[in-house]
């Protein structure tokens, strides 16, 4: 009998079974994991649209709603720089750690860390809020003069806000280390309630002002509902400031790359708003309106799927086994190209009804609703690109290869400012979210290529058939979704105007039923085409709902999952490079 630690961080007796236990362990701790992250993400994205259409109602697409949005670059880009390039850098390896049972080692690296980080957050805001008018002259040229006064208070508001969500952000990265997803997962809901509160019930006196206290205030709710889970982990923070520890300087040595990683990724959004600035009021928040509904899809589904697979892929990679990896990347990828295929495909055909639907109440006109939808049109072009970069970004973090991602990300930022200047001064604001989407594209096509020339990680072939198919599957999809929305629309929405209720269920109607007869041809297009994603997609479905029902265990990626190998046992971190080569 030997011990054996899973990817998952559970331990067990083996007597010889040692990979087909750890694989289920693997199985079982990614679909609880991205069931839970689903689960808690999708309430949080109701809140979130929730609150755009209060913004929306109370502020339209506006100048002060705009001043709001750009007086965020500053404070995001301390965060980006900081706090999530770091617990992106400390989860895999923290993970190892915790992996390893070795709990405490890794309670001393993170308390280092946590340390630091916040001195050196602390510090950096004090130049920023003096300099705050300065800043937002050069991140919107195109404001009035009452708008950069605007701006300028409301950023000095926000950094207050960054102090609390560069500590969430850590908190998040301890919990993921230690395997526990809930409590990151929930940290959305009170910010979105605070919020919502906060522009419902102020946001028409106070203006912007009242989102940016409320922004504050639901910044600290989210550093304290993660606090339950840290004290489950047995974490006790220890005020020292170890330079010499090893774990520390490692991940210290991923930062550079991915500090520019993420700096450039803020420079996408302050060059986009830089440029929507000089174009008509409002465009700013139209850009912001559209790309928060293509976050929906990419958060609920992209990402609780991305943030389940990172430990795990970080684990692998460990044993350096790159056919395991390559199964559970590819596995991964292809599911993400079979789920938001026929999201992509309503973002664009079902635009201005989606728009109407979520938005068109209050202050929002039919100019804001023609603003968003062009931009929503373009920007849900890019959700597949978007989340298959996001993944393949952190496949190559679980290599330890942070200086690669950070290149690309310099490139498709390029992309982006050239895009902007370019289409956004032709196209306007459907040029400037083309922009992004094609930044997006060039981004994941780098990184893929990197992925498959360096680590043989990515299967090309079968993650390239997933696609074609999907797509020819997409386009199917798009016709049906065109002709039941032509169809329905004078009956629906001829018979409903101005009946108040009757129009908001018309709306709805629009939306839900050409939406759920293209997915339904979708689907019935992939069982034709024999797409296996689309076999675990259902079956993950199928052991969700018994999940839900107290019957089920586990079911996403197991398909992917069952076939990793154990990892080798006690393995010291130092070493594992040597069975693979370093970037």
Known sequence: MKRVVSPTGSERRSGGAGATGTAEDVARGLAAATATIAVLTATSRVLGFLRETVYASVFGASAELDAFLVAQGVPNLVVG??????????????????????????????????????????????????????????????????????????????????????????????????????????????????????????????????????????????????????????????????????????????????????????????VDRMVASTQEEGTISALNYAFRLVTLPHGLLAMALVQALYPSLGAVSATADREAFARLLGRGLGVLVVLLTPMTVALVVLRVPIVEFVYGRGSFDARDTLLTSLALAAYGLGLVPLALRDLANRALYAWQDARYPAMVAVVAMLVNVVGDLMLGRWLGITGLALATTLSFTIGFALLAARLGRRYRALPWYPLAATAVKALAAGVVAGMTMDAAYRWLRPVWAGGASGAGTGEALAELALVTAPGLAGCAVYAGCLVLLRVREAEDVLEAARRLVNRLAGRGRYGLVRGAAARLPAPTPGRDSNTRGDRRPHP
Not at 113 to 135: D, K
Not at 150 to 178: K, P
Not at 191 to 205: D, P, S, T
Not at 240 to 260: E, K, T
């Open 81 to 270: 720089l900081v706090s999530s390039a770091i617990a992106t850098a400390a989860t895999p390896l923290l993970a190892g750690v915790v992996a390893r049972g070795d709990r405490e080692k890794a309670a001393r690296t993170f308390s280092a860390l946590a340390n630091l980080v916040m001195m050196v957050t602390a510090v950096a805001m004090i130049p920023m809020a003096l300099m705050a008018e300065g800043v937002v002259r050069l991140m919107a040229p195109g404001f009035t003069a009452e708008q950069v006064r605007l701006a300028a208070g409301v950023t000095r508001v926000l950094l207050v806000a960054s102090l609390f969500v560069t500590w969430m952000n850590l908190l998040t990265g301890w919990l993921h280390a230690c395997r526990r997803f809930f409590w990151p997962a929930s940290t959305g809901i009170p910010f979105n309630v605070a919020m919502i509160a906060a522009a419902l019930f102020f946001g028409a006196r106070y203006g912007a002002y009242a989102l940016a206290v409320g922004f504050t205030v639901g910044s600290l709710l989210r550093v304290l509902v993660q606090l339950p889970g840290v004290r489950r982990t047995g974490f006790r923070h220890r005020w020292c400031l170890d330079l010499a520890d090893p774990g520390l300087r490692a991940i210290l040595g991923l930062l550079p790359a991915l500090f520019l990683g993420y700096a450039v990724t803020e420079v996408n959004v302050l």
